[in-house]
Structures are given as C-alpha cells and as structure tokens.
C-alpha cells in the first residue's frame, strides 16, 4: 500500500456519462498531480494541485475538471465522455513541488462503452 | 519529439543477467532524473532518484545520468524474474514530471 488511495478501482460507463474519479494522497502531503494512461500514449500529466490550489496544467481536455479539497483529497470529474477516454487514472502526491518524487496510486481503470 | 524518448521493447533476458534501461531527453532544463518501476495493472513506484550527472548506486540497481549528452540509463545486475514490470524514465522540470513511454522488461528463469 503506496499510502495514496483511489477509488473506484474500476469503472464502466456509457458514452456522454460523466464520472467522478477520487484521489486521498498521502498523510502530509500537499501536492496532488493526476495523470492519464493509454497504452499508446503513456503516462500523460493532467493536472496538478497544491494545498487546495491549481498550480499547473497539462494536457487536460476541457471536459475534465479537478479540484482539491481542504482535507486535501481530490476529485477528477470527467464529463461527455468518449470511447477514447478509456484509460488508467493515476494520482499521485507529493509533500512538496514534486521535484523528489511522486508516490502514485493504483489506478482507476476506467472504461467507455 | 517526445521530450523523454524511451525503446518500448520488449526486452528479454534470462535470470541473472545483467539489464541495460535507456532514455534520452530533449529539454537541457530538466534537472531531477527518476527511475519507476510499474508492474501490470499497479501504479508506477519510485526505484531510483539522481539529481546530478554521473552514477547513484542502490542495491541491484544503478542510474546513470549524462547531462552532456542528456541520457539516463537504469542497470539492474542479477535480474531476477520478479523485476519483470515496465521501467519508466522521468525528468522533472518546472512543476512536474515528464515521463517516457515505458520499456517493458521481461526477466526469463
């Protein structure tokens, strides 16, 4: 156990559903990054908060939001979704900027029918 | 061009053997250089962390940075089966990690 959970494990829903992806990162630690994986993309930073606050943006689609609470957990809401948002959703944390590593999550394995 | 280029393999050696992992970077900015490890269907974990150019040294495994020639290499002496996962390379820069593709290793008895 990393010590960061997600929940669900996994995920099947229909094409235009929306979903809510939930992330607790470690005890401690203020940074929470989510990620995207796709076996023909690999591991695709999404976004990032720190303590409760968007600090940075990659390649998140405009159909995806995120927010970080002040318990600090996080949520990755993922709306009118396509077949091709089928991938693993990671999160990660860490106590800082990052720079010494993240510790990632198990995944969401999310499925779009 | 990708920023972190990896060889996706997959690579195959039998046990004890020794495994050569490389990367390459595109971006002379990126300063912290990581190693993970993923087994299937289970979330990236940490193995190895170097800031600066040259050799860190951690149990079985080795990383090697050449920020000259921006490379980074991981070397895992006696493999054994159960370092059969996907390596990934990752370079940090500005607020987050940049990873590689991945190169699945596969460890034969």
């Known amino acids: 156990d990393s010590g960061v959970t997600q929940t669900p494990k996994h995920l099947i829903t229909a094409t235009g559903q929306r979903v809510t992806l939930r992330c607790s990162p470690r005890?401690?630690?203020?940074?929470v990054y989510w990620y995207q994986q796709s076996l023909d993309q690999g591991l695709q930073f999404l976004i990032q908060?720190?303590?409760?606050?968007?600090?940075a943006k990659g390649n998140i689609l405009e159909r995806f939001s995120a927010q970080q609470f002040p318990d600090l957990h996080s949520e990755l809401n993922l709306s009118s979704l396509e077949l091709g948002d089928s991938a693993l959703y990671f999160c990660?944390?860490?106590?800082?900027?990052?720079?010494?590593?993240?510790?990632f999550g198990s995944g969401t394995r999310l499925t779009v029918v | 061009q990708k920023e972190v280029e990896q060889d996706p393999g997959p690579l195959s050696v039998p046990e004890g053997a020794i495994v050569s992992l490389n990367c390459t970077y595109s971006?002379?900015?990126?300063?912290?250089f990581m190693w993970y490890r993923q087994y299937s269907r289970k979330g990236p974990e940490l193995l190895m962390y170097?800031?600066?150019?040259g050799n860190k040294e951690d149990g079985r495994f080795t990383a090697q940075v050449d920020k000259s020639s921006k490379y980074i290499s991981l070397f895992i002496r006696d493999s054994q089966p159960s370092d059969s996962a996907t390596y990934l390379c990752?370079?940090?820069?500005?607020?987050?990690?940049?990873f590689g593709p991945g190169t699945r290793l596969s460890v034969l008895p």
């Open positions: 005890s401690g630690d203020l940074s």
């Open positions: 990752a370079s940090f820069y500005g607020q987050n990690f940049v």
């Open positions: 908060y720190y303590n409760g606050e968007e600090r």
């Open positions: 971006n002379s900015a990126f300063q912290y």
């Open positions: 170097t800031y600066s150019s």
């Open positions: 990660a944390s860490s106590p800082t900027g990052g720079y010494d590593g993240y510790t």
